[in-house]
């Protein structure tokens, strides 16, 4: 099994400001890695595709990188509705993997 | 694209549920699914996956032997049912496609339906 994992569990920012989130696999995923967005009370947002592709409908502002092992997820400048909790998930093979998800709050 | 889950409710530990997704506007049939479970308070976990036709299926470790998954194609349905279920099983159960923007992305979600086991 694939172990994902994030850092750091919560990022405060404050808005305006520029978000970096990690996500680290234990094998080489390729780019077969997506991130998520999850707003209280609600279900999951798919965000980014293959490492780097965001959705459709998804801001600029996201934005993804990386390859192999070392994710990071980027959003050039937080607004209001961007604090959640954002979580990668790895498909490359099986079972699907998640991280365990980084709280962005508001500093 | 719409997909509302249904069946979840409270069951003792040992009991039985059947999870139903409806969905609608999209090509069900074109899609293949997954149930994908959130424990109270915690992260995200996938347990299970049907291809197009019922033929190809995943599980994970944890649910293996006890759930299984279905779909009816003419019924735009998904269904997991799920046996010998413990505590360690409540959570909100969605249902998701994938294959639309990536082959293994959950890339539309049901609302949830919660799941608790207990006494």
């Known amino acids: ?107 | 694209v719409q997909m509302v889950e249904s069946g979840g409710g409270l069951v003792q530990p040992g009991g039985s549920l059947r999870l139903s997704c409806a969905t609608s506007g999209f090509t069900f049939v074109s899609y293949t699914m997954n149930w994908v479970r959130q424990a109270p308070g915690k992260g995200l976990e996938w347990i299970s996956y049907i291809g197009e036709t019922p033929a190809s299926v995943q599980y994970a470790d944890s649910v293996g032997g006890r759930f299984t998954i279905s779909r009816d194609n003419a019924k735009n349905s998904l269904y997991l049912q799920m046996n010998n279920l413990r505590a360690d099983d409540t959570a909100v159960y969605y249902c998701t496609t994938s294959g639309g923007y990536s082959y293994g992305t959950f890339d539309y979600w049901g609302q949830g339906t919660l799941v608790t086991v207990s006494s």
């Open chain 1, 1 to 107: 099994e694939t172990v994902v994992t994030q850092s750091p569990a919560t990022r405060s920012v404050s808005p305006g400001e520029r978000a970096t989130l990690s996500c680290r696999a234990s094998q080489s995923v390729s780019s077969d890695l997506a991130w998520y967005q999850q707003k209280p009370g609600q279900a999951p947002r798919l965000l980014i595709y293959d490492a780097s592709t965001r959705a459709t409908g998804i801001p600029a502002r996201f934005s993804g990188s990386g390859s192999g092992t070392e994710f990071t997820l980027t959003i050039s400048s937080l607004q209001s509705e961007d604090f959640a909790v954002y979580y990668c998930q790895q498909y490359n093979n099986w079972p699907r993997t998640f991280g365990g998800g980084t709280k962005v709050e508001i500093k």
